[in-house]
Nanobody, 117 residues
Framework: QVQLVESGGGLAQPGGSLRLSCAAS????????MSWFRQAPGKVFEWVSG????????RYADFVKGRFTISRDNAKNTLYLQMNNLQPEDTALYYC??????????RGQGTQVTVSP
């Protein structure tokens, strides 16, 4: 079965950086596009960024363009999200899932990112 384990979240100051990881198992990771999503308390679940399976083509939501970078290591079955210039509005629980722009509903426990002075 699909298993996704997110890690790397924590507390950062505005302008700071964090790197999230998503360890995947139970499926052929290299064959699937992957995405990051997030949900803040009281706000909608939103797509953040995606990366395609074959070409490595990347997509970003407008609110993270120029600040976040998605990448993958197929040899390690791991998806990453480098987050720079973090802002308080980036505070949320971050999840990974299969899919480039939409998820499949496979959620791990998520990793909490809190941006505060």
């Amino acid at each position: 079965q699909v298993q996704l384990v997110e890690s790397g979240g924590g507390l950062a100051q505005p302008g700071g950086s964090l790197r999230l990881s998503c360890a995947a198992s139970g499926f052929t990771f290299s064959a699937y596009s992957m995405s990051w999503f997030r949900q803040a308390p009281g706000k909608v679940f939103e797509w953040v960024s995606g990366i395609s399976a074959l070409s490595g083509d990347t997509r970003y939501a407008d609110f993270v363009k120029g600040r976040f970078t998605i990448s993958r290591d197929n040899a390690k079955n791991t998806l990453y999200l480098q987050m720079n210039n973090l802002q308080p509005e980036d505070t949320a629980l971050y999840y990974c899932d299969r899919g480039l722009l939409y998820g499949e509903g496979n959620r791990g426990q998520g990793t909490q990112v809190t941006v505060s002075p």
